[in-house]
């Protein structure tokens, strides 16, 4: 099983990114897919996620800013991320979940300058 995910970069504030993760080794139409994010010294943060049934979840400080998709059919997530702030700086991980299944991506990195 490997997620991989991609997208991540330098961009200034107010700027927009879209990361994506692919999936391989699962049937990730089943999977409670996710998007994570982890800043120095703080503890990892649920960002986004998305069920089978595409039924999304956001944490607040990304409510109309991000927006989680899925394709099943090409085993792909993404995050698209518009509006960036500063404090959206982190690693960025995908994540996929079944039952007591969880899988990660190594983690893409974004970093926004204000």
């Known amino acids: 099983v490997q997620l991989q995910a991609s997208g991540g970069g330098f961009v200034q504030a ?8 692919t999936a391989s080794g ?3 139409g089943v999977y ?5 994010r982890r800043t120095p010294g703080k503890e990892r943060e649920l960002v986004a996620s998305i069920s089978p049934r595409r039924i999304t979840t956001y944490t607040d400080s990304v409510k109309g ?8 059919e090409k085993h792909m997530l993404y995050l698209q ?12 991980y995908c994540n996929a ?17 204000s």
């Open 97 to 113: 979940a079944l039952n007591s299944a969880t899988y990660w991506g190594q983690g893409t990195l974004v970093t926004v300058s």
């Open 14 to 21: 107010g700027g927009s990114l879209r990361l994506s993760c």
């Open 26 to 28: 699962i049937i990730s």
């Open 65 to 72: 800013r991000f927006t989680i998709s899925r394709d099943n």
């Open 81 to 92: 991320m518009n509006s960036l702030k500063s404090e959206d700086t982190a690693v960025y």
């Open 32 to 36: 409670l897919m996710a998007w994570y």
